[in-house]
Each structure stands twice: as structure tokens, then as C-alpha cells.
């Protein structure tokens, strides 16, 4: 049962990367590291996921470790507008945890 | 416009009272699932549905029912709502139930029972 551990809450500074990590050491060699993230009392919204390789978007990039037990989600250039609770996902059916409250500041 | 669509986005009623909350998607999508969201517990998955006539309780079915006829629609029942279920409800989809097919949410329905 793939379970995930990330900080309760972070800060970052407007326009500076923001590196939200996630540790799932119990992941299966077939479980995809998915990240969404919730802005308010919104539906959460699908970000990036990827199995072994790093992975790029529009929105954010995803860094998996060798070992897959951790990756890192990064947002390059926050903006107030990514303030939010970020939530990693290893498992289907997928099952949210508490996530990281990511606070961005001015 | 792809979206899950749920109705209505908020609902208050009373002990004991019969409810439906719908929810829809124009995706095409076979997965569909339901979680509710209450402060300090994150979302927890109520039932979900890998196809039309396939469902499976999640973590917290418990007072809950669904029912999935069609393959774009999955309605939340409760038969009979107590102040704990009080909550925002979500509804998601996706194309299918694999380890690498993202999920769609609905934009949330907060129900109050009083």
C-alpha cells in the first residue's frame, strides 16, 4: 500500500522556484507519481505525474528519483495564484492525503 | 468544454430527508468517483465505478448509495442524511482505471444537513 509523506505547509517568494517534495518509499515498480493540487474549496486539479522519468508542462516539473522512494514537484516561477494545498499521489484508486499547504508571498 | 459537472454546488437539508447530488461528465470517461472533504481528514473516497453497472465502495461508504446506468452520469444518494455528512462533495472521472490516467473533478458540492 503506497503511502506518501509530504511537509504540512511551505512558504516561497513571489517569482522564486517553488520545490514542494513528496517521499513514497513503498512505491510499486507500476505506480505513476501523480501531483494535484487544490486552490481553496475547488475541485483539486491535475498537475503532472510521471512513472521513472523527469517530466515538464506548462505548469510545473516533475523529478523522481533513482530509487524512485521520493520526487519533487517544481513550480519555476511562483505567483500568488499558486497558493494552494498540493497533494502527491502514488496508488489508484487514488486516495488523498493532507498535502502541503503552499503559501506564496509577495 | 471537457468537463465533470455536479448539482447542485450547495444544499441544505434537514435529518432524515432523502437527497441526490448528480454528477455528469462529457468525456467519455469509464472510471467515476466520489470523495467528500471535511477539515483535517483530507478527501476520502465515498464509491467509485470502473464502468456503467460496476461500482465499489470506497474508504467511507457508509449512509451513501450510486448508481451508474449511463456511462456519463453517477449520482450520490443519501437515503437518509445525518448531520455527519455534512461536507463538500466531489465527483471525479477518468478515461479509465489504470495506474497512469489522470483524474477530472467536479467543481464541488457543499451539503449541510441540519
Known amino acids: 500500500d503506497a503511502k506518501t509523506t509530504q511537509p504540512t505547509s511551505m512558504d516561497c517568494a513571489e517569482g522564486r522556484a517553488a520545490n514542494l517534495p513528496c517521499n513514497h518509499s513503498t512505491i510499486s515498480g507500476n505506480e505513476y507519481v501523480y501531483w494535484y493540487r487544490q486552490i481553496h474549496s475547488q475541485g483539486p486539479q491535475y498537475i503532472i505525474h510521471?512513472?521513472?522519468n523527469n517530466e515538464t508542462n506548462e505548469m510545473a516539473s516533475l523529478i523522481i528519483t533513482e530509487d524512485r522512494k521520493s520526487s519533487t514537484l517544481i513550480l519555476p516561477h511562483a505567483t500568488l495564484r499558486d497558493t494552494a494545498v498540493y497533494y502527491c499521489i502514488v496508488r489508484v484508486p487514488m486516495r488523498f492525503g493532507a498535502g502541503t499547504r503552499l503559501t506564496v508571498k509577495p | 468544454e471537457a468537463q465533470v459537472t455536479q448539482n447542485p454546488r450547495y444544499l441544505i437539508t434537514v435529518t432524515g430527508k432523502k437527497l441526490t447530488v448528480t454528477c455528469s461528465q462529457n468525456m467519455n470517461h469509464e472510471y467515476m468517483s466520489w470523495y467528500r472533504q471535511d477539515p483535517g481528514l483530507g478527501l476520502r473516497q465515498i464509491y467509485y465505478s470502473m464502468n456503467v453497472e460496476v461500482t465499489d465502495k470506497g474508504d467511507v461508504p457508509e449512509g451513501y448509495k450510486v448508481s451508474r446506468k449511463e456511462k456519463r452520469n453517477f449520482p450520490l444518494i443519501l437515503e437518509s442524511p445525518s448531520p455527519n455528512q455534512t461536507s463538500l462533495y466531489f465527483c471525479a472521472s477518468s478515461l479509465g482505471y489504470a495506474t497512469n490516467e489522470k483524474l477530472f473533478f467536479g467543481s464541488g458540492t457543499q451539503l449541510s444537513v441540519l
Open positions: 510521471g512513472l521513472k
